[in-house]
Each structure stands twice: as C-alpha cells, then as structure tokens.
C-alpha cells in the first residue's frame, strides 16, 4: 500500500471534519505549572499554586516545541469519533496525539490472519529502544465491535502479552469503525457470522496524527518501520 494512496484518501475523508479545537485551545490544555526548584523532579500541575514542599509559587510550564502545532486537515484527529479502550475508558483518537500511534485493525476471534498481525505488532515494539517506546502508542482496532466488546479486547491482550501501558485496543460503533477504516485504506467484509476478510496493513502516524507510513503484508520485514517510529519518537 502506497503512502499517496493513503494521503490522497485522508483528504478526501477529513477535509470536512476540521477539528473545532484551536491553536489558543490546544496551547491552554498542555499549559501546567511547576515548582522553580524542582521538588519533585518533572511533576507538572494542573493548577497554579504553591509547591508542597518549598511553598515556592508554582511557575506556568512552557510547551514543548511541536506540542502546540495546529492540527493539518490529513490529520485523523479531526474524526469526531468515540471509542471504548479495552479498561472501559472512553476516549476521542485526539486523545493519543503526541504520541507516534502505530496502528493496525483486528478482530479478537481471528484464527489466520489476526494471530500473526498481533506478533507483527509485538515484534516492532521489541525494536524501539524504552526511552521512545514511553513516546509511542500501539493501537488495535477492532474491525467487529458486536463481538469485541472492552472484556474481550482486556483478554486478547492479556493472551498476547499485550497488556502494558503502550497498548491501546480500541472497540467503537460500527459506522465510526467503518469509516476509520477508509481513512486507513483497510477493506473488511463479514463472510460468516463469526469471520471477516480483511486487508493486513499496520499504519505508523506522527505525533499531529498525520499519515507517515504503511506496510502491507503478514510477517513483513518491517525494518523501515521501526526505523520511521524511532525517527519520529526522537
């Protein structure tokens, strides 16, 4: 799968769904304040006030470069959708940005192709060293959210050794989950009641949610996909 089909089909698909967020927005959430002195070390607040141990007044953080960047209409956090993590939580696919995401759509009860897209995930994230793997998110759509409900998706990923907290698996109505799955490029079609066919694409997104790369295939190389995280979880 060409990174161009793909970018061609994310402009067509999120022109119309700007995000609603502004740059002033995003820059106000990512705001924290910290003590001068550090008591804590990197502990970022919420709030303005005191620091506990010092008393010093807390002092506004300043944003990471790159952090308060205006999301691109490519970008697939302008989809409005929500989503059921495998904890129960709700969260909107924005919720992930500032993370590199890599990304691939499954289904729990998957006996071929599924098994082995899993152990293609698991084998990438052994290759990113641990200070950018705690900058990078692995998501697990599920592409039959009747079945795959949050308890079946907490159990897949215990099974698969899947269950830290770079781990996200994702479960959501099947019209949002349909229509994330053009942005990806992915094709599913049920063929029984309990199995689909499926394209076996993992998509790696930069920290703005923008398409960086794609490949194709079960048991790939993926040494330039492991290469494209670790450039941009640098």
């Known amino acids: ?16 769904l700007s995000s609603c967020r502004t740059k002033n927005e995003e820059v106000q959430a990512l705001t924290g304040y910290q003590c001068p002195m550090k008591c804590e070390g990197d502990q970022v607040y919420e709030e303005g006030g005191n620091c506990p ?100 998706l907490k159990k897949f990923a215990i099974e698969n050794k899947m269950d830290t907290g770079q781990w996200v698996f994702l479960t959501g109505s099947p019209s949002d989950t349909r229509e994330f799955a053009a942005v990806l490029a992915v094709n599913y079609k049920q063929i029984s009641p309990s199995d689909f066919s499926h394209s076996n694409i993992i998509s790696v997104f930069d920290q703005q949610g ?15 996909t492991v290469a494209k995280i670790r450039e941009l979880a640098q």
């Open 1 to 16: 799968m060409k990174n161009a089909t793909s970018i061609i089909m994310l402009l067509l698909l999120l022109a119309n």
């Open 53 to 152: 141990i010092c008393h010093m007044a807390l002092q506004p953080v300043e944003p990471k470069v790159g952090e308060t960047k205006e999301i691109s209409d490519l970008s697939i956090y302008n989809l409005p959708s929500v989503w059921t993590t495998q904890d129960h939580k709700k969260i909107e696919l924005i919720d992930l940005k500032g993370h590199v995401v890599v990304m691939v759509m499954i289904y729990t009860s998957c006996q071929a192709a599924c098994p082995r897209l899993a152990a293609d995930m698991r084998h990438i994230e052994a290759q990113i060293p641990q200070p950018q793997k705690e900058r990078v998110k692995f998501v697990l759509v599920s592409i039959d959210p009747e079945t795959d409900t949050p308890e079946r």
């Open 210 to 224: 923008e398409l960086a790369y794609q490949k194709e295939g079960l048991g790939a190389n993926h040494g330039t």
